[in-house]
Protein backbone atom coordinates (compact mmCIF):
# COMPACT_ATOMS: atom_id res chain seq x y z
CA UNK A 1 0.00 0.00 0.00
CA UNK A 2 2.45 2.28 -1.61
CA UNK A 3 1.90 6.26 -0.23
CA UNK A 4 2.74 9.91 -2.22
CA UNK A 5 6.04 8.84 -3.97
CA UNK A 6 8.10 11.62 -4.32
CA UNK A 7 11.70 11.63 -6.36
CA UNK A 8 14.42 12.70 -6.24
CA UNK A 9 14.48 12.80 -2.48
CA UNK A 10 17.60 15.51 -2.95
CA UNK A 11 18.48 17.39 -5.88
CA UNK A 12 21.21 19.68 -6.26
CA UNK A 13 21.65 22.39 -9.32
CA UNK A 14 23.46 25.05 -10.00
CA UNK A 15 22.33 28.20 -11.30
CA UNK A 16 20.41 28.67 -14.61
CA UNK A 17 19.92 24.86 -14.71
CA UNK A 18 16.38 22.99 -14.98
CA UNK A 19 14.93 20.91 -12.05
CA UNK A 20 12.46 17.97 -12.20
CA UNK A 21 10.52 16.76 -9.60
CA UNK A 22 8.44 13.75 -10.04
CA UNK A 23 5.10 12.71 -8.26
CA UNK A 24 3.11 9.61 -8.22
CA UNK A 25 0.21 9.97 -6.13
CA UNK A 26 -1.26 7.29 -3.88
CA UNK A 27 -2.98 4.45 -5.50
CA UNK A 28 -6.86 5.55 -6.40
CA UNK A 29 -6.21 9.20 -5.95
CA UNK A 30 -6.20 11.08 -9.31
CA UNK A 31 -6.33 14.64 -6.92
CA UNK A 32 -2.24 16.31 -6.58
CA UNK A 33 -1.12 19.25 -5.26
CA UNK A 34 2.36 20.75 -4.83
CA UNK A 35 3.36 22.93 -1.97
CA UNK A 36 7.05 24.61 -1.20
CA UNK A 37 8.50 25.01 2.16
CA UNK A 38 11.14 27.61 2.57
CA UNK A 39 13.05 27.18 5.83
CA UNK A 40 11.78 28.35 9.35
CA UNK A 41 8.42 28.58 7.07
CA UNK A 42 5.41 26.92 6.89
CA UNK A 43 4.21 25.02 3.77
CA UNK A 44 3.07 27.25 0.84
CA UNK A 45 0.23 26.18 -1.89
CA UNK A 46 2.12 26.09 -5.04
CA UNK A 47 -0.34 24.35 -7.91
CA UNK A 48 -3.68 22.05 -7.82
CA UNK A 49 -4.13 19.18 -11.04
CA UNK A 50 -6.01 16.56 -11.93
CA UNK A 51 -4.96 14.29 -14.83
CA UNK A 52 -4.27 16.40 -17.84
CA UNK A 53 -5.56 19.68 -16.25
CA UNK A 54 -4.60 22.30 -13.70
CA UNK A 55 -7.16 23.40 -11.52
CA UNK A 56 -5.63 26.06 -9.51
CA UNK A 57 -2.12 27.64 -10.17
CA UNK A 58 -2.60 30.64 -8.01
CA UNK A 59 0.33 29.82 -5.77
CA UNK A 60 3.06 28.92 -8.50
CA UNK A 61 5.25 31.87 -9.50
CA UNK A 62 4.33 33.19 -13.27
CA UNK A 63 8.26 32.88 -14.42
CA UNK A 64 9.85 29.27 -14.66
CA UNK A 65 7.38 27.33 -13.06
CA UNK A 66 5.25 24.81 -14.35
CA UNK A 67 3.70 21.80 -13.72
CA UNK A 68 1.94 18.63 -15.17
CA UNK A 69 -0.18 15.84 -14.92
CA UNK A 70 0.03 13.54 -17.62
CA UNK A 71 -2.50 11.23 -18.44
CA UNK A 72 0.04 8.28 -17.80
CA UNK A 73 2.86 8.76 -15.49
CA UNK A 74 3.86 10.61 -12.78
CA UNK A 75 2.96 14.71 -11.88
CA UNK A 76 6.39 16.72 -13.01
CA UNK A 77 6.57 20.23 -11.27
CA UNK A 78 9.54 22.04 -13.40
CA UNK A 79 12.12 24.83 -12.84
CA UNK A 80 13.87 25.91 -15.21
CA UNK A 81 16.75 28.56 -14.71
CA UNK A 82 17.43 27.87 -11.07
CA UNK A 83 18.22 30.40 -8.87
CA UNK A 84 19.42 30.23 -5.26
CA UNK A 85 16.02 31.38 -4.08
CA UNK A 86 14.38 28.31 -5.17
CA UNK A 87 16.33 26.41 -2.71
CA UNK A 88 13.08 24.50 -0.50
CA UNK A 89 11.98 21.42 0.01
CA UNK A 90 9.18 20.62 -2.59
CA UNK A 91 6.07 18.46 -1.13
CA UNK A 92 3.69 16.74 -3.11
CA UNK A 93 0.39 15.21 -1.61
CA UNK A 94 -2.92 13.39 -3.43
CA UNK A 95 -6.43 12.56 -2.66
CA UNK A 96 -8.96 10.86 -3.96
CA UNK A 97 -11.25 14.19 -3.59
CA UNK A 98 -11.60 17.71 -2.32
CA UNK A 99 -13.13 18.06 0.60
CA UNK A 100 -12.19 18.09 4.67
CA UNK A 101 -13.00 14.16 4.50
CA UNK A 102 -10.79 13.42 2.10
CA UNK A 103 -7.29 14.81 3.52
CA UNK A 104 -4.14 15.39 1.95
CA UNK A 105 -1.31 12.76 2.21
CA UNK A 106 1.99 14.02 1.34
CA UNK A 107 5.05 12.56 0.07
CA UNK A 108 8.51 13.25 2.24
CA UNK A 109 9.36 15.75 -0.07
CA UNK A 110 12.22 16.74 -2.28
CA UNK A 111 15.24 18.72 -1.02
CA UNK A 112 16.83 21.21 -3.70
CA UNK A 113 19.43 22.93 -3.01
CA UNK A 114 21.02 25.61 -5.67
CA UNK A 115 25.00 26.11 -5.60
CA UNK B 1 -0.90 38.48 4.53
CA UNK B 2 -0.98 35.21 6.71
CA UNK B 3 -4.35 34.24 7.33
CA UNK B 4 -3.12 31.37 9.72
CA UNK B 5 -1.17 31.90 12.10
CA UNK B 6 0.35 29.71 15.43
CA UNK B 7 2.00 31.82 17.76
CA UNK B 8 3.66 29.74 19.72
CA UNK B 9 7.06 28.21 17.85
CA UNK B 10 7.89 25.96 20.62
CA UNK B 11 5.72 24.00 23.60
CA UNK B 12 7.12 21.81 25.88
CA UNK B 13 5.16 19.15 27.32
CA UNK B 14 5.63 16.25 30.56
CA UNK B 15 5.17 12.94 28.86
CA UNK B 16 1.51 11.74 30.49
CA UNK B 17 0.30 15.54 30.60
CA UNK B 18 -2.21 16.82 27.79
CA UNK B 19 -0.72 18.85 24.75
CA UNK B 20 -2.61 21.84 23.44
CA UNK B 21 -1.61 23.38 20.54
CA UNK B 22 -3.39 26.77 19.49
CA UNK B 23 -3.89 28.09 15.69
CA UNK B 24 -5.79 31.21 14.39
CA UNK B 25 -7.65 32.11 10.85
CA UNK B 26 -8.53 35.09 9.59
CA UNK B 27 -10.50 34.23 6.50
CA UNK B 28 -14.05 33.49 7.07
CA UNK B 29 -14.43 31.60 4.06
CA UNK B 30 -12.39 28.98 5.63
CA UNK B 31 -15.01 26.02 6.08
CA UNK B 32 -12.52 22.96 6.73
CA UNK B 33 -9.36 22.47 9.11
CA UNK B 34 -6.89 20.06 9.24
CA UNK B 35 -3.86 19.00 11.79
CA UNK B 36 -0.46 17.29 10.20
CA UNK B 37 2.97 16.28 12.20
CA UNK B 38 5.62 16.99 10.65
CA UNK B 39 9.13 14.63 11.63
CA UNK B 40 12.44 15.94 10.38
CA UNK B 41 13.14 14.97 6.48
CA UNK B 42 9.69 13.92 6.21
CA UNK B 43 6.44 14.78 4.57
CA UNK B 44 3.34 16.05 6.81
CA UNK B 45 1.33 12.93 8.35
CA UNK B 46 -2.29 13.80 8.97
CA UNK B 47 -3.65 13.60 12.16
CA UNK B 48 -7.04 15.08 12.29
CA UNK B 49 -9.37 17.30 10.41
CA UNK B 50 -12.79 18.85 11.48
CA UNK B 51 -15.98 20.93 9.31
CA UNK B 52 -16.90 24.29 10.38
CA UNK B 53 -20.36 22.99 11.07
CA UNK B 54 -19.03 21.32 13.76
CA UNK B 55 -17.08 22.83 17.06
CA UNK B 56 -15.38 19.26 18.06
CA UNK B 57 -13.85 16.19 16.62
CA UNK B 58 -12.37 13.45 18.45
CA UNK B 59 -10.09 10.77 17.47
CA UNK B 60 -8.41 9.07 19.97
CA UNK B 61 -5.67 10.62 22.34
CA UNK B 62 -6.47 13.35 19.44
CA UNK B 63 -9.36 16.03 20.14
CA UNK B 64 -9.77 19.20 18.01
CA UNK B 65 -11.62 21.96 18.89
CA UNK B 66 -13.28 24.96 16.56
CA UNK B 67 -14.09 28.37 17.44
CA UNK B 68 -15.84 30.04 14.54
CA UNK B 69 -16.63 32.96 16.36
CA UNK B 70 -13.20 33.33 17.74
CA UNK B 71 -11.67 32.27 14.48
CA UNK B 72 -9.32 29.35 16.56
CA UNK B 73 -9.09 26.01 16.95
CA UNK B 74 -6.72 24.08 19.04
CA UNK B 75 -5.59 20.28 19.07
CA UNK B 76 -5.58 18.40 22.47
CA UNK B 77 -2.94 15.68 22.54
CA UNK B 78 -3.95 13.61 26.10
CA UNK B 79 -1.92 11.70 27.29
CA UNK B 80 0.77 13.05 25.42
CA UNK B 81 3.91 10.41 24.73
CA UNK B 82 7.66 11.00 23.86
CA UNK B 83 6.94 10.13 20.44
CA UNK B 84 4.10 12.73 19.86
CA UNK B 85 7.56 14.97 19.84
CA UNK B 86 7.24 16.58 16.23
CA UNK B 87 6.29 19.62 14.12
CA UNK B 88 2.44 20.55 14.41
CA UNK B 89 0.95 22.36 11.50
CA UNK B 90 -2.39 23.40 11.53
CA UNK B 91 -4.06 23.99 7.88
CA UNK B 92 -7.53 25.37 6.35
CA UNK B 93 -9.51 24.60 3.25
CA UNK B 94 -12.73 25.62 1.43
CA UNK B 95 -11.18 29.46 -0.01
CA UNK B 96 -10.65 27.42 -3.65
CA UNK B 97 -10.64 23.48 -4.39
CA UNK B 98 -8.01 21.68 -3.15
CA UNK B 99 -5.61 24.68 -1.51
CA UNK B 100 -5.04 24.35 1.62
CA UNK B 101 -3.13 27.02 3.64
CA UNK B 102 -0.84 26.41 6.53
CA UNK B 103 0.53 28.09 9.63
CA UNK B 104 4.04 28.39 10.61
CA UNK B 105 4.26 24.89 12.24
CA UNK B 106 4.45 24.75 16.40
CA UNK B 107 7.24 22.24 17.73
CA UNK B 108 6.50 19.96 20.52
CA UNK B 109 8.45 18.28 22.51
CA UNK B 110 7.33 15.93 25.41
CA UNK B 111 10.00 14.68 27.63
CA UNK B 112 9.32 11.34 29.20
Known amino acids: NAGVMQNPRHLVRRRGQEARLRCSPM?????VYWYRQLPEEGLKFMVYLQKENIIDESGMPKERFSAEFPKEGPSILRIQQVVRGDSAAYFC?????????????FGDGTRLSIL | DQQVKQNSPSLSVQEGRISILNCDYT??????FLWYKKYPAEGPTFLIS?????DKNEDGRFTVFLNKSAKHLSLHIVPSQPGDSAVYFCASGGTSYGKLTFGQGTILTVHP
Open chain 2, 50 to 54: ISSIK
Open chain 2, 27 to 32: NSMFDY
Open chain 1, 93 to 105: ASSPSEGWNQPQH
Open chain 1, 27 to 31: KGHSH
